[in-house]
């Protein structure tokens, strides 16, 4: 099966840092392989993940939002300082991604509905997220310099 090549992929194409199989069952549906930036600043968190009809990869300084039905993706930058993927927090009703100072949420489509700027410059993370609202911390003075914050889930803005 042609793979759905994706990231800096180099003229000789080369080997892939990462592959992915999309797969239904026991049919496969898709390869992709993701090739990174070493202009980047990190590849330490990956991950990938399924929410209603797309598949959400993290890696690098990027997320890739794959429609494995059309056979295609878009991407979107995290940014190109502190910008690294961090984690993916997913609900029923919610998606996002966190970067080494964001917080994105996503649409089932993969459009950022929001991005929330400014929230560390090593590492977001989210705690929880109830009643509306999510509740994270970001670290500012690495290691170990973590400032807590509340977001509101519909809009990204402050929660308090």
């Known amino acids: 099966m042609p793979p759905l090549r994706l990231g800096k992929v ?23 392989d993701l090739y990174g930036d070493s202009s980047e600043e990190s590849f330490t968190c990956q991950d990938a993940l399924v929410w209603h009809d797309h598949v959400f990869v993290g890696f690098g300084n990027r997320v890739y939002v794959i429609d494995p039905n059309q056979q295609s993706a878009s991407e979107i930058s995290l ?14 009703d919610y ?51 973590w400032v807590p914050f509340v977001l509101q889930l519909e809009s990204g803005d402050s929660g308090r």
């Open 10 to 32: 180099p003229s000789g194409l080369g080997t892939a840092d990462l592959f992915i199989t999309i797969s239904d069952d026991d049919r496969a549906l898709l390869r992709v």
């Open 79 to 92: 940014g190109p300082t502190f910008g690294y993927f961090g984690a993916f927090y997913a609900g029923r």
């Open 95 to 145: 998606l996002l991604a966190a970067s080494g100072e964001s917080l994105l949420r996503l649409a089932p489509d993969g459009t950022t509905l929001w991005r929330r700027s400014n929230l560390g410059v090593d590492g977001v993370v989210v705690k929880s997220v109830e009643n509306g609202l999510i509740h994270g911390e970001g670290e500012w003075e690495p290691p170990g310099s």
